[in-house]
T-cell receptor
Framework: KQEVTQIPAALSVPEGENLVLNCSFT??????LQWFRQDPGKGLTSLLL?????REQTSGRLNASLDKSSGRSTLYIAASQPGDSATYLC??????????????FGRGTQLTVWP | NAGVTQTPKFQVLKTGQSMTLQCAQD?????MSWYRQDPGMGLRLIHYSVGAGITDQGEVPNGYNVSRSTTEDFPLRLLSAAPSQTSVYFC??????????FGPGTRLTVL
């Protein structure tokens, strides 16, 4: 069974810092990995999608990397801002199995950026 | 595009009542799914569909039914609500194995 772990569970940083969120998964036979943002009481917003054949994806101040063989992904946030405060979720889909397309989620990293 | 929409946003039920959570998408996505999110449990897959007329069970299907008569709609039915079904429910859609998009969620309380 695919297990997805996110470290740290919570992170509090001052504005302007560059930070790294970590995601690890136990089954390396993934099709893709997706990073989401969730604000309190809201739905999930897709940030980045990395295909298993890719090493990284970038969107603005966000950069996500993927090392499929070691079962790891990192989300790098440059020059953090208070508006980045949210919970960040990592999820993978497997490239095989009966529930193809199912997302396996980590528990998330709760980020607080203070002014 | 409206993306993925869900109704209602909030609902309170009494034990034993039934209801339907609505989900619709306007992106012509074939794949749709329902998740529930609970504190300490993360997001868990309830049911999913790979196209109109095709549905299957996920990780926690008991107490829920789904149907997919059109590409756009994927309603989730609670047959006889129980307090254990108090949760936040999210609907998602995508092209097969593509980027998944989530709705805003339905917050359900069962008394």
């Amino acid at each position: 069974k695919q297990e997805v772990t996110q470290i740290p569970a919570a992170l509090s940083v001052p504005e302007g810092e560059n930070l790294v969120l970590n995601c690890s998964f136990t089954d390396s036979a993934i099709y893709n990995l997706q990073w989401f943002r969730q604000d309190p009481g809201k739905g999930l917003t897709s940030l980045l999608l990395i295909q298993s054949s890719q090493r990284e994806q970038t969107s603005g101040r966000l950069n996500a990397s993927l090392d499929k063989s070691s079962g790891r992904s990192t989300l790098y946030i440059a020059a953090s801002q208070p508006g980045d405060s949210a919970t960040y979720l990592c999820a993978v889909t497997l490239d095989r199995g009966s529930t193809l397309g199912r997302l396996y989620f980590g528990r998330g990293t709760q980020l607080t950026v203070w002014p | 595009n409206a993306g993925v929409t869900q109704t209602p946003k909030f609902q309170v039920l009494k034990t034993g009542q039934s209801m339907t959570l609505q989900c619709a998408q306007d992106m012509n996505h074939e794949y749709m799914s329902w998740y529930r999110q609970d504190p300490g449990m993360g997001l868990r897959l309830i049911h999913y569909s790979v196209g109109a007329g095709i549905t299957d069970q996920g990780e926690v299907p008991n107490g829920y039914n789904v149907s997919r008569s059109t590409t756009e709609d994927f309603p989730l039915r609670l047959l006889s609500a129980a307090p254990s079904q108090t949760s936040v429910y999210f609907c998602a859609s995508s092209y097969p194995l593509g980027e998944q998009f989530f709705g805003p969620g339905t917050r359900l309380t069962v008394l």
